[in-house]
């Protein structure tokens, strides 16, 4: 058997780098090339990479090591040394999302992959020490990379996958995380860590005696969890920093000194340090010296000397902000509610300044509420439901499909298409004449989409003179639509665009709008109600509005997967989405 190409674990066959990676961009994942036996990619800007078909044939060698830019499907990395906590804290993370993937380099650690629909920046536990063995938990996302395949330079063996890997899955299968969840993850592991340690996390234990850790996690309260990660993206720009009133900075630096101050441990290394002195001073200036240096004197170690050199030498230049500040302070211990219960305290603050300058805002005139009687009107001047295909799509109501990834929703969505642009009846549902429909698929470019069509054109013999001008198809990748997202301020759902969609259909015309999938027009929350139902409403809005029917399709979660029954009800994520449809299959 030849040496020149990597076996593959699970099937026991070989395949080259080239190969696996041109299956890794099939499913949906973003492959770098990484030289064989290293950790680390040699690329410049290797964060941007795009494995195109040319960029494969240049950059991967026929042993490269093959890395996955996590962006988009982050990795839990258990990097505990102690087998049986590394046990237990892969158990947990599995409860919570079945089905990740999961890699193994140097046991007992592991790497599990899930995937995300809005990036976020790595989080992590802090560094304990178990058995004299360093423990730590961290979930890579943004900006961040792991080996996916290939020789590990510590052990000199492949990495392993127990059960699929990321060339047999697609992507979309991969159960989704949330930054709101990935916290309360790493918060769970943090406490959980911290009671094995039993005291400080650089304290020593000499046994882990049980199969569980020393208490059953509480529950996740995702509300307060989701004020929590809004709070935290409230930490001022360095640009709306540089804007603030005196009166208004003064109040968020005797925050921030506060923070500082309350902060338990400094567990930061030399690196994170000088980010952190830097933001200080570059933010606080001399206001903080004391409490900068009192923290820096929590170091475990208490190795910073000559601190009042150290803090000369600090440039007041510095462009970190406060968001840099907390950030580090979180790692060192400084809770969520303190932060947020300081966040509340100034903004109370600046709301008592205004009132006192009079420049408070007035609170916003309410119109009379007024009921509507019902009289019973002559019948014949209701107006029927205007149903467009079979009984599933009504002229002015959003309707849903519902189906496992794989299970064929994208060529449904493309076959009905065809059958509606062209009013023959292709599948079972009638059409009762030729409509105009847009296609509009969030995941796959141009190039697949003309690919599926036309196979589809030609497995139903419909001709360019069936279709006329009544089919149009894009891209998100080229036309990119996000409904709503959770920005600073909150929840922020996007008018001028939610406008301009409806001024677009009424121009040309459009009498179906098919949305493939669902969760690539939104960057919200997908297991909260409140913010779903947002995104809900302004598909309706969009689909009353523009007097066009609208369809969502979407996933089902990782149990109706495997068990069908569950119908509809298996639909991933908040129930809002499924009870704000007309009709749903």
């Excluded at 058997?1 to 674990?9: L, Q, V, Y």
């Excluded at 890395?67 to 892969?90: S, W, Y």
């Excluded at 309350?262 to 030399?270: D, G, I, M, Q, V």
Aim: glycine share 6%; hydrophobic share 35%.
């Amino acid at each position: 058997m030849s040496a020149d190409k990597p076996i593959d674990a699970q099937s026991n066959m070989q395949i080259s780098a080239k190969d696996r990676a041109k299956k890794l961009v099939d499913n949906g994942f973003r492959p770098i090339p990484i030289p064989y036996g290293t950790k680390a990619p040699r690329i410049k800007g290797w964060q941007k990479y795009e494995a195109m078909p040319e960029a494969i044939e240049k950059d991967f060698r026929v042993k490269n090591n093959i890395g996955l830019l996590l962006r988009d499907n982050p990795m839990i990395d258990i990097d505990v040394r102690v087998p049986a906590v590394a046990e237990i804290l892969k158990g947990e993370a599995l409860k919570r999302w079945p089905e990740a993937l999961e890699r193994v380099g140097l046991p007992p650690k592991v790497g599990l992959f899930v995937r995300c629909d809005e990036p976020f920046r790595k989080l992590c536990t802090s560094d304990f020490k178990i058995n004299g063995q360093k423990c730590q938990v961290e979930i890579l996302c943004d900006g961040q990379q792991a080996v996916a395949f290939g020789m590990h330079p510590d052990t000199g063996k492949d990495y392993e996958w127990i059960g699929r890997t990321p060339c047999e899955v697609a992507r979309q299968e991969l159960p989704l995380i949330t930054e709101v969840e990935a916290q309360d993850f790493i918060n769970w592991c943090e406490a959980e860590l911290s009671k094995v340690a039993k005291a400080e996390p650089t304290d020593e234990v000499t046994t882990v005696s049980s199969r569980r850790l020393a208490v059953d996690p509480p529950p996740m309260n995702v509300k307060a969890l989701g004020a929590s990660i809004r709070q935290r993206r409230t930490e001022y720009a360095l640009d709306e920093w540089d804007s603030l009133s005196p009166e208004d900075k003064a109040i968020e630096v005797q925050r921030l000194i506060t923070l500082i101050e309350e902060t338990p441990r400094n567990t930061l290394n030399y690196d994170e340090w000088i980010s952190f002195s830097h933001a200080v001073k570059g933010v606080l200036d001399v206001e903080a010296y004391q409490a900068w240096y009192d923290h820096c004197m929590k170091y475990r170690k208490n190795a910073y000397t000559d601190l009042e050199a150290k803090w000369g030498g600090l440039s007041p230049e510095s462009r970190a902000g406060p968001g840099t500040i907390v950030h580090h302070l979180s790692k060192c211990g400084l809770s969520e509610k303190l932060i947020s219960q300081t966040a509340i305290e100034a903004n109370e603050k600046r709301r008592n300044l205004k009132e006192a300058s009079g420049t408070a805002v007035q609170p916003e005139k309410v119109n009379p509420i007024n009921p509507s009687r019902f009289v019973i009107p002559d019948e014949t001047n209701i107006p029927p439901r205007d149903w467009l295909y079979g009984w599933f799509l009504i002229r002015g109501y959003v309707s849903l499909t519902v189906a496992p990834g794989g299970a064929g929703k994208s060529a449904l969505c493309m076959s009905e298409s065809l059958a509606l642009a062209t009013g023959k009846n292709l599948m079972e549902e009638s059409v009762r004449k030729p409509l105009k429909v847009w296609v509009w698929n969030g995941e796959d470019p141009n190039e697949e989409l003309q690919r599926r069509l036309t196979a589809a054109c030609k497995h139903f013999g419909v001709s360019q003179d069936m279709l006329c001008d009544r089919l149009m198809v894009d891209s998100g990748r080229q036309l990119p639509i996000k409904i709503a997202e959770y920005r600073r301020e909150g929840l922020k759902v996007a008018e001028p665009l939610i406008e301009e969609l409806i001024s677009t259909i009424k121009r040309e015309q459009i009498d179906v709008l098919r949305i493939d999938p669902f969760v690539t027009t939104h960057m919200v929350p997908e297991n909260d109600n409140g913010p779903i139902n947002e995104v809900i409403d302004a598909w309706r809005r969009i689909a009353s509005e523009a007097n066009c029917a609208v369809e969502l399709v979407h996933h089902v979660n990782k149990s109706a997967a495997l068990n069908k029954d569950q119908g509809i009800y298996g639909a991933r994520g908040a129930g809002a989405m499924i009870d704000g449809a007309r009709v749903a299959r």
